[in-house]
């Protein structure tokens, strides 16, 4: 028996008890509001596109399914327009059909029906069903958002996501962008020869990047795991492994704040590629930038032409000096009198910043966000780039991060292949954070010992998947082209009402 729910927060209101008593209404007459099979031949699209041309002409049986989001009577004639994720098409039901008739007029805006009759035209020359038997799958207990305005509160858009979808169509458009892009990712990929794998998202040292990780606690094992915070460690194991060119797509977390640019939970693309380098990987960013933004503008997104060109490349010493006209180079030698400079800009300092951190630190806060044309930041100073391997000029790296419209949006090496200068490089990470630098690394020796295996020479690449879906589609922040961003929870530890 159908029951309304106990009050858990303030009583239903009234909309919502008038559709729990029509659910026990329509049990009682046999009418079961949920748990029916049925099995649609057409979606509401294709059978609207095989209506006849005029009305009166017959056309083919069918059957639809979907959501009623409008229901109105004239005269002895019933109508409701039925959606599906392909679009919609007119039911059409006449008094002759009296169990149809009768079921139609008592349903509700957001039920979920099937539909089987005979393809038409109405009047107006609307496709439609020309409904012989009509089936309720499922009573809405709740209204649907407003059919024209949608959700308006902007919170109310992420924390109930199913109904900013089903009232917001362009909404549901952006994510199958966002999967057309990653699919174009997967294939630019899949076509120079790469394996897809899976590596560990538990982990037990968080390696890879500079953040702070999600700890947690296996209580088997009486350890503590960590969520990961980049898949590069266990890749490059791989390519010590014997192979040569692997991928990741997946989930990644960092324990950091929340902003337009960052959620806890992201999804990263990681590559590696042996015998590959620096240039190696400018290709393949280019050539997955490229094809993402053409597989979502099949799909209508409309990426600057920008985006679509080669890309720029500049050093960040340069950068730094044309923005700001501090110059590196020639501070080098001096970090303190180089920090004291960065710090009359208003640039802030670790405790005991070398000169690497200094510069990047001032490129990092000052002039990253003016960079708004996709450029190449070749050059960055060892001091912060533990895993990529030195350049010519021993104090940078053989690294880059493509920053497109003041963001960075993919980071990538020539692999740091020594054993012996990797562990040296770890161990300074791992002073630095007993220091309270929570963001430096900690030592992995694992990964150390598996370096000494050999790693062929290699490029690597770490793209971040939403910001690029947002740089293709205009999203203006990562919470629009994630389906379930992390939002703060509503209740203070307790459970949440019946009646939210």
């Not at 002759?96 to 008592?106: I, N, R, S, T």
């Not at 010590?240 to 939970?265: A, D, K, Y």
């Not at 590959?276 to 050539?287: F, I, P, R, V």
């Not at 562990?423 to 010992?449: K, N």
Request: glycine share 10%; proline share 7%.
């Amino acid at each position: 028996m159908i029951q309304t729910p106990p009050v858990g927060g303030g009583p239903l209101s009234d909309a919502i008890q008038d559709r729990h008593r029509k659910a026990l209404a329509l049990r009682q007459r046999g009418v079961a509001p949920w748990g029916v099979d049925f099995h649609p031949t057409h979606t509401c699209t294709q059978a609207a596109r095989e209506s006849p041309l005029a009305p009166g002409e017959p056309g083919r049986a069918v059957s639809v399914a979907g959501r009623l989001l409008r229901i109105r009577r004239g005269g002895g004639i019933a109508f409701a327009d039925c959606f599906d994720e392909s679009g919609h098409i007119q039911l059409l039901v006449t008094k002759e059909v009296q169990g149809a008739m009768g079921l139609l007029l008592d349903l509700d805006l957001g039920d979920i029906v099937g539909a089987s009759g005979d393809l038409t035209r109405s009047r107006s020359g609307e496709p439609s069903v020309g409904v012989h038997e009509l089936t309720l799958l499922a009573k809405a207990l709740r209204p649907p958002a407003d059919k024209h305005r949608g959700l308006v509160d902007p919170e109310l858009k992420y924390r109930r996501r199913y109904l900013d979808l089903l009232s917001d169509p362009p909404r549901r458009l952006l994510f199958r962008q966002r999967s057309a892009i990653i699919s174009e990712l997967r294939s630019v990929l899949e076509e120079r020869g790469y394996l897809e794998v899976e590596t560990p998202i538990l982990q037990p040292i968080p390696g890879g990047g500079d953040a702070r990780p999600f700890r947690s606690h296996h209580n088997s094992l009486d350890s503590d795991f960590y969520l990961r915070i980049a898949i590069e460690l266990y890749l490059k194991r791989l390519l010590v492994s014997g192979f040569e060119r692997v991928f990741e797509i997946g989930r990644t977390f960092r324990n950091e704040g929340l902003s337009p640019r960052h959620n806890p939970e992201f999804t990263l693309l990681e590559a590696y590629q042996a015998y590959g380098d620096l240039e190696t990987m400018m290709d393949l960013c280019q050539a997955m930038v490229h094809g993402a933004g053409a597989a979502a503008a099949a799909l209508g997104a409309e990426p600057s032409e920008a985006l679509m060109r080669p890309f720029a490349a500049s050093t960040m010493v340069d950068l730094v000096r044309s923005a700001t006209g501090f110059d590196a180079l020639e501070l080098w030698s001096d970090p303190g009198e180089m920090a004291g400079r960065a710090r009359q800009m208003g640039v802030r300092l670790p405790a005991e910043a070398g000169a690497g951190r200094i510069l990047f630190e001032v490129y990092d806060q000052l002039v990253e966000r003016t960079i708004q044309q996709p450029t190449f930041v070749v050059g960055h100073p060892v001091e912060v780039s533990p895993l990529a391997r030195r350049g010519d000029d021993p104090r940078f790296a053989r690294r880059f991060e493509l920053v497109v419209e003041g963001r960075e949006l993919a980071n990538a090496f020539s692999e740091l292949n020594d054993p012996l200068e990797q562990r040296e490089r770890l161990l300074e990470q791992a002073r630095r954070r007993q220091a309270g630098d929570e963001q430096s690394q900690p030592f992995d020796l694992d990964f150390v010992e598996a370096l000494e295996h050999g790693m062929p020479p290699a490029g690597g690449i770490g793209l971040g998947v939403d910001r690029l879906v947002m740089m293709i589609t205009g999203a203006q922040t990562i919470r629009d082209v994630l389906l379930f961003p992390t939002l703060r929870p509503q209740t203070d530890g307790e459970p949440p009402s019946l009646n939210l």
